[in-house]
């Protein structure tokens, strides 16, 4: 595995998880458990009462982190072609308008219409590292396809 895989797949991995937790705050009404932002009421200290708000924001740190992360390895990259760089800026755009978007749920309590644009905007999200993601790969066998054919046109000693 290259390390353009590692990353854009790991990333994709968690914010899968990440997304599932969200549904998970959603659908069973813990949301508001840490009514403050960023911290929740014990700061840096989980607490059982708010554990699973508290799980999503920090994996929702980590996903930030990885999607940045990314970005900048697949802008540094010769063999990342435009497309990967495209969607990858786009994710990155996307992860920082969540976590901000996130905020905002929590300043104006659930309200239904920007509950609604987090789903959306998390679709968005990872529509885009799943492109990337893809396309990491795809790289990889061009590469091999390209290594086999300077290998077949080799003169035969
Ligand atoms: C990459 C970052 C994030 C992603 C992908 C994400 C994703 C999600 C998803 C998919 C849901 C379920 C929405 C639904 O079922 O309608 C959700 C719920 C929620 N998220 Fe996030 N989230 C992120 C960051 C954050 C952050 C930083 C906060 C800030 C505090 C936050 C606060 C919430 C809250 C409060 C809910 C529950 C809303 C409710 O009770 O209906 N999210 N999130």
């Not at 998390?122 to 091999?144: E, P, R």
């Amino acid at each position: 595995m290259t390390l353009l895989q590692k990353l854009s797949f790991g990333t994709l991995a968690v914010l899968f998880s990440l997304i599932f937790i969200g549904g998970y705050v959603s659908s069973s009404g813990v949301g508001l458990t840490c009514p403050d932002w960023p911290l929740c009421p014990h700061g840096f200290v989980p607490a059982y009462d708010f554990i699973i708000e508290y799980i999503h924001r920090t994996v929702a740190a980590s996903t930030g982190a990885l999607v940045v992360i990314t970005m900048a390895f697949t802008l540094k990259s010769k063999q990342a072609p435009r497309g990967m760089k495209i969607a990858s800026i786009i994710a990155a755009g996307a992860v920082i308008g969540q976590i901000t978007l996130g905020a905002i749920v929590i300043v104006e309590r659930l309200h239904s219409i920007l509950v609604t644009g987090h789903l959306a905007l998390g679709l968005v999200l990872f529509s885009m590292v799943l492109m990337t993601t893809v396309y990491a790969w795809k790289i990889k066998a061009q590469n091999k396809a390209a290594v086999e054919a300077s290998g077949r046109q080799q003169p035969a000693a």
